[in-house]
Each structure stands twice: as C-alpha cells, then as structure tokens.
C-alpha cells in the first residue's frame, strides 16, 4: 500500500487494536457495528442504511467472490469504514470483475486488516454501539481518540436526505401491473423495487423530502416506507407523510427504518439499542 505499514483502530472507551491497512490509507470516523453474514457482503457495503458507520466483519474470510457489477445496492459504497480479519488474497468467482480492497481503495473508503474482530465484537456486544477511528496515518492511538471523542454520534441524527434519490423515478412492473405503489426513499436498497416490479407493482420512488401531496397525487395502492440510516427520532418528514396516507386510507408498509417511522406515525416512540444485530443469517 504504497510504503504505509500499519493501521489503528480506536474505539471510544479508548480499546485499542493494531492492524493492516485495507482499501483507501487514511483516516475516517464513525459508528462501529458488526455485521455477521458470512456471504453478502457487497450488499452491505452499498446498503445506504450504513452511512456514516464502520463495519465489523464477524466472519473471518471477507473478499472471496470478490465484487461484481450485479449486486449493488445503491450506486457507491455507502459505509464510513471496514473491519476484517483474514481479506482474501485473490478472489475466486465466475461473476468476480475485481477485488474487493480495489473497489475500496476506488471509493475512498478506509479499512482495517488484520484485527480480532470475534474480540472487537464481543467488546461491542458487552458495551454497545460506539464512535470508532480507523486510521492509516496516524500512529498514536491518544491522538485518534481525541478525534473520535470530537466526532457527532448517531443519536439525532437525521441522515436520509443525505443517501435518497435527489429526483422521483418509477420502476416500472415485470408483465402486467397490478398495483401501483409509492415508496419513500430514505435509503432505499436497490433490489427492493426490483422484486415489487417481479410481483407486478408499479413502483414511484420518492425522495425523502417529499410531501404527502407529492404521495398522494399519485394515487397510491399502497406506500412503501424504506430502510435507511440515522435516528428515525430525528426524521420528522416522513412521520408526517405516513400520518396523510393513513388518515386517506392508504395501506403503508415498511421495513427496518420505515417499519420505526411508521410506528412513531402511529405514536410510538423509538429507543436505541445497545447494538443491533445486522447479518443475512438471523437467528430465529
């Protein structure tokens, strides 16, 4: 990497780890969580609910199959930061076009090798999400600890206008459309209107600042409220579209951020947990 020997990682509470450095050298902040999938993970590097976080890798081998054009979830990587433990030394797949540190490096995004991160998450899961500092440039950990410690947390932040689409788009159904419905975009996953397209839905995705008339004028079967990241407390616009479409009579449905904001809508309030369990192999 260009003669830069070494990388850091600091979390919050001063934990400390040392490592390689993997993808872009630098230097970034932001929220550390951990994701258990042992596959899948293009997806949540391009999954937009991810913005302004770091991600741990629980599993050891990350970089296998490589990184193709197909499996994106929105146009770039979308995480502040990535964790690994043992990356790939070559990728091994027929749908590989690059490897995973090169489609990291091309984003800017910095990353860690290299790191315990079955230790890294254990310390998470005993003390919750936290602000962490991945850094190839700096070398004394008090310094980066004071950078992080600077660094806004995630509580009250409002993130979604940041990753929606900046313009309205309509994907349109696969065969004959049966219903028509409006999704609200605050950080929408890419495949989402794909496989509602694959059911014969119409589907009008909006920007996150949108309002209720904008929804409404459609004429909406349904309003679909997305994933996304950031304090659903602190996102007040869409709380109050999702109030309109249900005083019209609309049917809404959400998932994951969207399910939070249609909950505050109904008068719910929202609480953070102490880590939340992100991974494509959910215990059930």
Not at 149 to 168: I, K
Not at 183 to 195: H, S, W
Not at 230 to 238: L, M, N, Q, Y
Request: proline letters at 7%.
């Amino acid at each position: 990497m260009g003669g830069v020997s070494g990388a850091l990682l600091v979390l919050e509470d001063g934990r400390t780890f040392r490592g390689e450095p993997y993808g872009a050298v630098g230097e970034t902040v932001g929220e550390a969580v951990f994701a258990t999938g042992m596959t899948g993970y293009q997806e949540t590097l391009t999954d937009p609910s991810y913005h302004r976080q770091v991600v741990v890798m629980t599993a050891p081998h990350i970089g296998n199959t490589g990184v193709n054009d197909e499996d994106p979830e929105s146009g770039r990587v979308q995480v502040a930061g990535y964790v690994v433990r043992d990356p790939a030394r070559r990728p091994s797949s027929w749908r590989a076009r690059r490897p995973l540190e090169e489609e990291l490096a091309a984003a800017g995004v910095v990353g860690v090798s290299g790191v315990d991160t079955r230790a890294l998450t254990r310390h998470l899961r005993e003390r919750g999400a936290m602000r962490v500092g991945l850094s190839s440039v700096e070398t004394d950990p008090e310094a980066l600890l004071a950078r992080v410690r600077e660094a806004p947390g995630m509580t009250g932040a409002d993130l979604a206008h940041e990753v929606c689409t900046r313009e309205p788009y309509v994907v349109p159904a696969v065969g004959d459309r049966r219903k028509v419905v409006v999704a609200l975009d605050l950080g929408i996953k890419r495949m989402t209107p794909q496989l509602l397209a694959r059911r014969g839905v119409e589907t009008h995705v909006l920007p996150a600042w949108s309002t209720a008339d904008e929804v409404l004028a459609r004429d909406p079967d349904g309003l679909f409220v997305s994933n996304g990241p950031g304090d659903p407390a602190a996102t007040g616009g869409p709380v109050e579209v999702v109030r309109a479409a249900l005083d019209a009579g609309t049917p809404v449905f959400g998932i994951c951020f969207g399910n939070q904001i249609l909950g505050r809508a109904l008068g719910f309030g929202t609480y953070k947990l102490r880590y939340g369990h992100r991974g494509i192999n959910q215990p059930v």
